[in-house]
């Protein structure tokens, strides 16, 4: 039973609106200033499960927050995807030129820049959390300051909205997963995705005989990311999603592949959210 | 012949770096805000050839520059390997106590965050380039300012290096590539890697085909990435780097592929730099 769900961030969040579209009102919202510390939420107990963004269709891979997943041993047991549209944010009674500074997440930043260009009297800061920023202009009462944030940050902070959808890719889908300690509670009739990680030595047709493994086994491939292990120049991780209509065509695939890759793990087991 | 190297920066950072260490010193450095403007400048012929950094062993790929690259049909003629270590300076006669704000690339903010949990006090705000703030901090005698930037920087712009190496990942190779209109001039003797681009219809076994053929005309694959098309949410563009002891097993593969995949596309061909 899931009661408590950090995320990074603060309510009216990108975060607490997954937290909210998958989990429901029922739980309880455990605010974290990083994905750090929200891990360390896990793995404490404070915190049942966390909700974390992975990729977006703008930057790719999220590579620190598969990094943390990996390293801490953790289970992605879900995913959800969420169309992120950034709005400009200020006190009321503002328009974008009484807007001095811009305080949000990199991440947003960066999808809004092409916006900021025609503004150069405005000074974008680095902040840890789009939500927070809006929380803060309302509670000091900030004027001169805009937040880049969402809809649901705008009307619980009671912020009023100066531009909409300002980042410059319009479509802007961002997929983020459940995370949790544990991986026993999706039941096998439930699982048709999955997510693995494992390595290659650097030899010719080492990929291409998992890629055959898996087609035959009949999985889908619907992401590949090979990251270069600095350590080992000459190895290979790979990070791989697959999707499936049958549980044992998997088994029999990760039984091969566990023989013929090194260190082959499996980062998840769960419902593929596009079906 | 190269005059003209267009670079994301000024003096100091990091693609001068890059720039000094592939083409010596006997070139004019055009010094650009954003990678928009590189490009922009190539285009229009201002400058001969561009540097660009394309992924690194933390974040992973920068999609954008990706993008920016395809988008524009420009070619990549070379690439260039640089270990980029991340120094805090400031003028002379401060400590890490006296500063109350770090301005520099977001990139570079992100591979440093862990270090700056320490000091809470400081403020760290997102700007263009990490070299600039060097520069400025220099030229407008910032007391409490500190950059993040290259051993080069400080030099430049006679700063005080107050904590070497602060990223969080020490060993920390970026791959840069040096980016042309048009791609004459790399002569097939010396073409031992390429970059390429293409798209499949999600279909089970269709990358495996691909790395089949791959495999038997010879090719290593160095780097493989999959970025979901968002208008057409069954198709995936595949973003590969092969590396080949002849020419003519590229040729024979590249021939074979074109007929099989969608949206074929040679994104640069060029000496494998870690030959």
């Known amino acids: 039973m899931i009661k408590t769900v950090a995320i990074q961030g603060v309510k009216g969040s990108f975060h607490h609106i997954v937290s909210q579209q998958y989990f429901g009102d029922e739980i309880t919202l455990k605010e974290c200033l990083t994905f750090d510390e929200v891990v360390q939420s896990l793995l404490t107990g404070e915190s049942d499960a966390v909700v974390m963004a992975l990729e977006n269709s703008i930057a790719g891979s999220i590579i620190p927050n598969y990094a943390l997943i990996d390293n801490h041993n953790l289970h992605m047991v879900g995913e959800h995807y969420l169309d992120v549209q950034h709005h400009l944010m200020a006190l009321p009674n503002q328009d974008i030129n009484d807007i001095v500074e811009v305080y949000s997440h990199p991440m947003a930043l960066l999808q809004c820049k092409e ?127 697959v999707t499936f209509n049958d549980y044992g065509d998997y088994k029999k695939a990760i039984s091969i592949m566990e023989i013929m890759t090194e260190k082959f793990k499996i980062l998840g087991e769960f419902k593929d959210a596009k079906l």
Chains 1, 2 share one sequence.
């Open 115 to 241: 916006f900021f260009k025609k503004y150069p009297h405005i000074k974008l800061v680095e902040d840890k959390d789009t939500a927070e920023v809006a929380q803060r202009i309302r509670t000091k009462n900030l004027k001169g300051v805009a937040a880049i944030a969402s809809k649901l940050a705008s009307e619980l902070f009671e912020l009023n909205i100066i531009s909409e959808s300002i980042q410059t890719i319009k479509q802007n889908e961002t997929r983020f997963v459940i995370v949790k300690k544990e991986n026993h509670e999706v039941s096998e009739s439930d699982i048709s995705k999955a997510s693995i990680k494992f390595e290659l030595e650097h030899k010719r047709g080492s990929l291409a005989a998992m890629l055959n493994v898996m087609s035959d086994c009949k999985l889908n491939l619907t992401k590949i990311q090979s990251m270069p292990k600095i350590e080992t120049p000459w190895k290979y991780a790979f990070f791989v999603d």
